[in-house]
């Protein structure tokens, strides 16, 4: 049995299939920018062929569910649903700060000279335009366990107040907004911006070490979408004013890096 990750959330279009111990079948990544939904089942599908497997021979999918592009995310989370319901298996949700916090972490690892405890801790900021970036910090796990600890959950701030979570944890700043949250902290932190997107195999790793939900992953926005139904085309609510109101999808407004 395999586990199948797949990536749609910002500029990269990634498959990968692993082994439930974390082996690499295959994988596949295209870097897009825009047009997941055209690119997905084909980008699996090579991948699947590959391996020399089918979706049948899967245990469990895992799926990055944000923050980055609205539709992106959307794209990712109704794939993996639309297989992990067809195939009866779970489908698990990793977020793309975590993902990218554990491939800069371990590229400062090398278990020959350092242990997790000396690790400087990262904060991953991902340029969410606005003035905004979408930041969370993270430290190196404790031996064992296959995900970085997260030290503050996913959120939108500004770079100033990124820069100053970053100073205050002694962190360095990694992800496409690392050099806007250096520049609001006026160069008191190490900034890299080389990593812009998941690694799809730690995606999968990550995924295959979380316990599955009863409910599937829900998808990390952190603010609602910049475009709004424009009020002269808004249709009527037809429930009655006692029912309980059913909340609008977003729009898409592609907010990337």
């Keep these: 049995m395999s586990i199948l990750a797949l990536d749609t959330a910002l500029d990269a279009c990634s498959v ?17 920018g825009r ?13 699947f062929e590959a391996a ?6 899967l245990s469990r999918i895992v799926v990055t569910i944000g923050p980055g592009s ?7 989370l109704a794939a993996a649903r639309a297989i992990g319901l067809a195939a009866d298996i779970p489908v698990v949700g990793v977020t793309t700060l975590e993902a990218i916090a554990d491939d800069a972490l371990a590229q400062a690892l090398d278990p020959d000279l350092v242990t997790p405890v000396l690790i400087a801790p990262v904060l991953v900021a991902i340029d969410a335009r606005r003035g905004e970036v979408y930041a969370g910090l993270y430290e190196a796990a404790p031996a064992g366990l296959a995900m970085p600890t997260e030290r503050t959950a996913p959120a939108a701030m ?18 496409s907004g690392a ?3 250096a520049a609001a902290a006026d160069g008191r932190i190490a900034a890299d911006t080389a ?5 799809i195999v730690r995606v999968g790793r990550i995924g295959a070490a979380r316990a599955p939900s009863a409910r599937p992953p829900a998808p990390v926005y952190l603010r609602a979408a910049d475009a709004k139904p424009q009020e002269g085309f808004r249709i009527a609510r037809t429930t009655a004013p006692d029912a309980d109101p059913v909340p609008p999808s977003p729009t898409d407004p592609e907010v990337r890096p």
Excluded at 17 to 32: E, F, S
Excluded at 52 to 57: A, E, K, L, Q, V
Excluded at 70 to 75: P, Y
Aim: proline share 3%; aromatic share 2%; glycine share 14%.
């Design 70 to 76: 609205f539709t992106g995310i959307r794209v990712g």
């Design 35 to 47: 047009g997941h939904a055209e690119v997905l089942m084909a980008v699996a599908g090579e991948v």
């Design 158 to 175: 500004s770079h100033a107040q990124a820069a100053a979570l970053a100073i205050a944890a002694g962190a360095r700043v990694v992800g």
């Design 195 to 199: 990593i812009r997107f998941p690694d």
């Design 52 to 57: 020399g497997t089918t979706p049948r021979d």
């Design 16 to 32: 990968a299939l692993l082994t439930a111990g974390g082996d690499v079948l295959a994988r596949a990544t295209r870097d897009i």
């Design 179 to 181: 050099m806007l949250v």
